[in-house]
């Protein structure tokens, strides 16, 4: 059973800007602080962006003012809005709690920043 789904990456010119989605079974979703992680070849997986079930959030240093994680519980989905991205950036994408649970990891999904 699938438990997560995420989307919406792709490839994008430096200043360009990416929505993703990450679709959350409700028994996951309901009450957890959701998080969105990224791994970019030869480095270790880091978090992102966190937001509890409240909606109140934090971000990784290097994302602040450009990356925006919001969550609609009705959908039991969690987005983040990437805007102004870098080539450093560049990294597979993955939601999961926070802190993560090592059976929930998903595919991610592929964000590539270069011109």
């Known amino acids: 059973q699938v438990q997560l789904v995420e989307s919406g990456g792709g490839l994008m010119q430096p200043g360009g800007s990416l929505r993703l989605s990450c679709i959350v079974s409700r028994s996951i979703f309901s009450g957890a602080r959701m998080g969105w992680y990224r791994q970019a070849p030869g480095k270790v997986r880091e978090l992102v962006a966190g937001?509890?079930?409240?909606?109140?959030?934090n971000y990784t240093d290097s994302v602040k003012g450009r990356f925006t994680i919001s969550r609609d519980n009705g959908k039991t989905t969690v987005y983040l809005q990437m805007n102004n991205l870098k080539p450093e950036d560049t990294a597979v994408y993955y939601c999961n709690t926070v802190p993560g649970m090592s059976w929930l990891w998903g595919q991610g999904t592929q964000v590539t920043v270069s011109s």
């Open positions: 937001i509890t079930s409240g909606g109140a959030t």
